[in-house]
Structures are given as C-alpha cells and as structure tokens.
C-alpha cells in the first residue's frame, strides 16, 4: 500500500470522476429544472464537474423522501443498537474512502490535501461514529411525582431535519449535525454549500452502502438563495442546524418565523480573542500557538483566533515572534503534501480579504508581515499569512470576521481592559488566556463571555465537548451528548395507578 505522501495526488485528481448530481432515495437524480452550475477549483481555476442546481421542486421532492423513512419507521423505529450499527459502518465506510473524500474536499475548497487526509476524514468519521456508540446508553426519566401517577419523561425524534453548512470544513460541519440527527433516528436533509457541494454527495451514497435506508439521508446542492432557502422555509421540516455566516443565520430566525416555527439552531461566526498577559513565561510558544491556528484552514475558520490582545511590556516581542513566524505558513499547491497553506476558497472571497487587508491598512493598523496575493499565475485564489500590529479594536479588521490569514494585534495596558477589549466584540465564539498566574488565568476565564474558553493552548478540541457560541455566534451546540438536545423533542408520559 502506498504512503499518503507517497500518491501523486495532482495524477489521481485528472482522474477523479465527480459526479455533482442530487441524492435523493438513495439514487443519484438532476435538478427537476435540468439546470446546473459549474464547480470550479479554487486551486488553480479548473472545471471541477457541473452541480445540479437544486431548487424548490428538488427540496420538496427530497423532503418528502425524508418525511416518507420518517413515517414508515424504516430508521426512526429501528433499536438504537440498530442504528449504532449501521452508523458504525459507515463511519468505517467513510474511513475506507478516505483517499477520494479527501481529494474531493481538497479540490472543491482548497485546503492542504494533508489536513483533508489528516484531519477532515478522520474527524468526520470519528463523528458519526462517536454519536452512533452513545446513542444505545442514553436513558430516559421518570419524575419524582407523587404515588398515584406515573411520569415519564422521554425524548422522541423530531423527524424531517434540515441542515445548511458551510464550505470551510464542508464534511466535519455536516457531520456534526448528521450524528447526533440520525443516530436518534431522525431523517435528513443536506444542503452543502454551492462552494463545496462534492463531498456531501458521495458521504449520501457511501450512508447508503452502510446500510442507511434510502431517503433518510438526502442531499440538495445548490445556491443559498435558492435550495438554501426552499429548505428553511419548508412547512415539513422540523428542525434546521444552520452553520454559517451571522448574516445568513439572522435569515433562518426569519425564515422560521415566515414558515412553521421550525426550531433553528445557528452556529455563526466569530472573531475570537486571544488574551496574553506579561507573566506568562513562554512568549514565544504563545506567539507560534497564534500563528498556527491563524492561519489553519487559510484563516476559514470560526474559531480562530484572529484578535490577539497583548499586554504593551510583552507586545514588540510577541509581534516579532509572529511575524517571523507567518512565512512559514505561504500559501502553496494544495496537493502538494507538505503545504501548510492552501487556496481561499473563490474569487470571492480572495477579494473580501484583499479589501480587508486595505482597509486595515487604510485605517493606520501596521502590517508587519504578509498582505499582498499570492501564487496569481497559478489562476487560484491565495494571499499571504498577514499580520497587524497596533490595531485598535473599533476598526474593522477587529470587529469584523475576515474569514482569511489575516491576524490583529491589539495592545493592552491593564487586566480590565483586557477583558473589556475582548469581550467588546458582537461574537462570543471562543476566547484564551494565557498566564502563568492561577487566580489571574481563573478569573479571565471566568470573565470572557464565549463558548469555549482556552487556558495557555488553543489546540485542544474533542468530539466530547461543546461547541458554540455566545451572543452572535449562535445558540444551541454542536458537539458532545448536549447536541442530541437539538434534534429531540422532549415528551411527557402521564400514567394513573390506581389503588388496590
Ligand atoms: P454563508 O452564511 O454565506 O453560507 C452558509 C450556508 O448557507 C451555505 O450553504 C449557503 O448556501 C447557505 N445560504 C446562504 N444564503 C442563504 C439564504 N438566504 N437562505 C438559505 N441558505 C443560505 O456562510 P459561508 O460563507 O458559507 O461560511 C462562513 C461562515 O460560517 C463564517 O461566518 C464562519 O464563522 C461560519 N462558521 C461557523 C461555525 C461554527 O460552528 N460556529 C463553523 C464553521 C463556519
């Protein structure tokens, strides 16, 4: 068998069949309307494979599909040790075409094709697979009432599910919502990004092959506006695990109040702080942990963290640290296996980031390191691990998510004012401290207002624990056993027993 570094992943790519077409039933369909739209590579411009457009007709039809394996129990009723089963396999499925996933998402998105390999893959089987093994030891309730009745308190599918994710991490982003939702029985609808639509299409089939009954597991790609709203409109779908843009997730809110009060459950954006006081000792592992996760995933990620707060007696020390560090993470061929940093994802967004970077340069930040495009001739979208110091945090490169490699440093004088600056943020998704101080490091903690708070890392994540965020990051969580709450309705059970 051949090593992953081994492959020569550009010849398997020229290879590669792709075939962007629905998943509904099982079967692979076109759009009702025939129409299509083209997927190009973000690496280098390359025609990908034509994508049904799925609109209104195509959500209905795979509503439907879904709301038919609801009723008949062909997945809702089956023993969760039935479902843990089939999930298992698939998950084991998913593992076993880690190679062609991998491409695809690399290709569709452009990051690293060794983080698709290394991190994607696994990180999305390892999902389905952890929701599948819990789902057989969770029990229900009885209420402590009085002797003459009986309460059970029960949870209960909720039956059609909607799902809307993004195209940063297209396959974990759609597994944190399919694990917990199918694992407790309810059936799904998927809209993948029109930007990174590929990978969701055959993780439909390969659910199938696993064993999931066709119409449990359906996909719809297509635009947002179109399949994307269709879905969240839909007076037959239950529930919706929204995880994208603030902006998109205050359209569901509406959307569920235009349509049947579906419950909606958004995972937005963030514009994380990352809080380094002068009594912690290592600077220079700090300034490279910023580094690291900045620029992960091209800078496209929720959580990272793109507002560094960093006490003055440390800063001109840190910021050397990072800028010296930001080279190392140049954009290159992302199926190249040692690239550390790949292509945003279109045009699009290359030029959201470039106008970011002006901007902060327009409003007095100093760039220190990065801030130009990069790799143009290769006729994809990349641009340089970019920092700036002396930010203030009223400009709009620190209260807006950029969604790129674009880092801020902002100096701060006083322990107060470190909280203030990072709380002073309309997101709340995560947040660290670091300091070697235990009260100091507690009470900062304690203090910042997000979902996840890191303590002198910011490395750590596992499928058992929350993820979410505070106010316009978004409400309910992903992640961990609490996830199981969005996707079921809790039912009460009165029973009379009478005397003897
Ligand atoms: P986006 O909001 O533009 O799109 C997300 C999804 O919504 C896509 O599938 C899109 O087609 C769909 N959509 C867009 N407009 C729609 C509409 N009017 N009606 C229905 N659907 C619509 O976001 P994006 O650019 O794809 O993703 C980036 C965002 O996702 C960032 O803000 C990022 O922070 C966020 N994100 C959050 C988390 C989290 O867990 N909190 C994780 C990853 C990404």
Known sequence: MSTTSAIDWAARAAELRIDGRIVIDGQRRDAASGETFAKNSPIDGRALAPVAR???????????????????GRWSAKA???RKKILQRFAEKIL???????LLETLDMGKPIQYSLAVDVPSTARTIAWYAEAVDKIYDEIAPTGPNALALITREAMGVVGVIVPWNYPMIMAAWKLGPALATGNSVVLKPSEKSPLTALRLAEIAVEAGVPPGVFNVVPGYGQEAGEALALH???????????TRTGRRMLEYAGRSNLKRIYNELGGKSAFVVFPDFADIERAARTVAGSMFFNQGESCNAPSRVLVHESVADHFVEIVAAEAPQ??????????????????DTQLRTVMGYIEAGRSEGATCVAGGRQARAASGGYYVEPTVFDRVDNGMKIAREEIFGPVLSVIRFKTEAEAIALANNSSFGLQASVWSDNVNRAHRVARALRAGTVHVNQYDE??????????????NGRDKSLHAFDKYTELKTTWLRIDAA
């Open 54 to 72: 799925g609109r209104e007709a195509d959500i209905d039809a795979a509503v439907k599909s879904a709301r038919a394996a609801f009723d008949d």
């Open 80 to 82: 969760p040790a039935v």
């Open 96 to 102: 076993a075409a880690k190679d062609e996933l991998a």
């Open 235 to 245: 007076m037959d779908v239950d529930a919706l695990g929204f995880t994208g843009s």
């Open 329 to 346: 993470y140049m954009p290159a061929d992302p199926l190249d296996t040692s690239t550390v940093m790949g292509a945003l994802v279109d």
């Open 461 to 474: 994540d596992d499928i058992t624990v929350p993820f979410g965020g505070y106010k316009q990051s978004g």
